[in-house]
């Protein structure tokens, strides 16, 4: 069982290019997020889709865009990538039951540069 | 601004000491909180949850204490251990909401 999967790993990119990195989740769960995670901010929230077909906004879009190309798959686009924009992107995915609260399962993430 | 203040950033702690990291949030609304731990190039894992009905939550060595009044919550890891040495990070959610926010982190260093 892989988990969160997250592709790739490392990237390195150019002020202006553009880049999508990709999740797929096996765990059969309906949420699915992208996070930022930067030094002594924690992780902060791009966007998210609480289930297939959905997508809203999380606490830092600007730049951003996704897709929820199917129940498995939630990529993320830079589409045209900023210094701002360097940071660690790790994606998640939780079960999301009515009324009650349940882990978040995170990938291994992707260390982004923009020079 | 942040939602969930966490402290201290960094963490220093003799091996079989107790380490402490505390956290505020201001929202009412939220009524689940958990506390990941991550390891250096590993995504984060939740260590444990608690809800606002209970004060304290223990499991192993990992205790959450919970203030509801104070808006507060705190980890304690008793008998700490070089393997605990991590990030740590709060969390808080609310029961209609589909999103966790996160406090800023805490690193802590086990020393043997």
């Known amino acids: 069982n892989a988990g969160v999967t997250q592709t790739p790993k490392f990237q390195v990119l150019k002020t202006g290019q553009s880049m999508t990195l990709q999740c797929a989740q096996d765990?059969?769960?309906?949420?699915m997020y992208w996070y930022r995670q930067d030094p002594g901010m924690g992780l902060r929230l791009i966007y998210y889709s609480a289930s297939e077909g959905t997508t809203d906004k999380g606490e830092v879009p600007n730049g951003y865009n996704v897709s929820r190309l199917n129940k498995r798959e939630f990529s993320l686009r830079l589409e045209s990538a900023a210094p701002s924009q360097t940071s660690v992107y790790f994606c998640?995915?939780?079960?999301?039951?009515?009324?009650?609260?349940?882990?978040?399962?995170f990938g291994q993430g992707t260390r982004l540069t923009v020079v | 601004q942040q939602q969930v203040k966490q402290s201290p950033q960094s963490l220093i702690v003799q091996k079989g000491g107790i380490s402490i990291i505390n956290c505020a949030y201001e929202?009412?609304?939220?009524?689940?909180f958990p506390w990941y731990q991550q390891f250096p190039g590993k995504g984060p894992a939740l260590l444990i949850a608690i809800r606002p009905d209970v004060s304290e939550k223990k499991e192993g060595r990992f205790t959450i204490s919970f203030n509801k009044s104070a808006k507060q919550f705190s980890l304690h890891i008793m008998d700490s251990q070089p393997g605990d040495s991590a990030t740590y990070f709060c969390?808080?959610?609310?029961?209609?909401?589909?999103?966790?926010?996160f406090g800023g982190g805490t690193r802590l260093m086990v020393k043997p």
């Open positions: 969390a808080a959610r609310g029961n209609a909401g589909n999103m966790l926010t």
């Open positions: 765990m059969n769960h309906n949420s």
């Open positions: 998640a995915s939780r079960a999301r039951r009515t009324g009650q609260s349940s882990e978040a399962f």
């Open positions: 929202n009412t609304a939220f009524d689940y």
